[in-house]
């Protein structure tokens, strides 16, 4: 089974797509320091968000008051720690003018693709960075995660990774029938691998990501991983 560390890892800025913004949740209405997640919806299951010319999977399930895939927020608050602030952006807000943002519950039980309404489409690049409860549970740990660069996971126990952590994004292309094409692109959230530990790093920032090794598709999709499974198999 997949190891995944934290179920929210990535929030999403924006698409360029020959050089030009295609998404950026701008024209989605939401209120302010808010999110959404499927929790309006009339019957569980999948549906999708729209945004721009592009289309994001949504899964939600009412009985648990949870989601899978994809949701949007413009919460602002990079302080609060812990699974109550999970729909927020570590740098405190969005890449435009309203502040939206996606964010990804990313497992193998939900779909969280991204499709292009267009059809065939040349993607350059996508924003991606950390959510607050993604970057400080590396940081400072909690109960399911331990603190990037210990030799301990969260119960205290040996590891085997001598500190050498990492939390790693990877995007895949997808053809026509939504089956993958065979190219990805890693992305590292977070790499606490380097000999010299003053080049260890946690994303914080919007930071673009280079698609262009994709192109042409039809859609993308994603996977977390890491060295930390101190919170168990999903």
């Not at 945004?51 to 989601?67: L, P, V």
């Not at 080049?199 to 698609?211: G, K, P």
Request: include cysteine; proline fraction near 2%; hydrophobic fraction near 35%.
């Amino acid at each position: 089974m997949k190891k995944i560390l934290f179920v929210f890892g990535v929030s999403f800025g924006c698409i360029y797509s020959n050089a030009q913004i295609y998404c950026d949740f701008e024209d989605i209405g939401l209120a302010p320091e808010s999110a959404w997640y499927g929790q309006d919806q009339v019957i569980d299951g999948d549906t999708v968000l729209t945004s721009g010319f592009y289309s994001f999977e949504n899964n939600y399930n009412s009985s648990w008051g949870s989601f899978g895939g994809w949701g949007i927020s413009n919460i602002t608050d990079n302080v609060t720690t812990g699974w109550s602030n999970q729909f927020s952006a570590i740098p405190g807000g969005g890449t435009g003018s309203t502040g939206n943002y996606g964010v990804a519950y990313i497992s193998e039980f939900y779909g969280n693709a991204v499709y292009f309404d267009l059809g065939l489409d040349h993607i350059d690049y996508m924003y991606v960075t950390n959510t607050t409860y993604a970057y400080f549970a590396m940081l400072n740990g909690d109960s399911f995660s331990k603190p990037f660069g210990a030799d301990t996971n969260a119960q205290g126990l040996i590891d085997g990774t001598n500190g050498e952590d990492w939390f790693l994004l990877t995007i895949f292309g997808l053809n026509a029938d939504s089956t993958r094409s065979g190219d990805s692109v890693n992305f590292y959230l977070a790499d606490y691998r380097f000999s010299d530990d003053m080049e260890d790093y946690i994303i914080d920032d919007w930071t673009a990501v280079d698609l262009t090794t994709l192109n042409p598709a039809y859609g993308l999709e994603f996977e977390l991983s890491s060295s930390d499974t101190s919170g168990g198999l999903v």
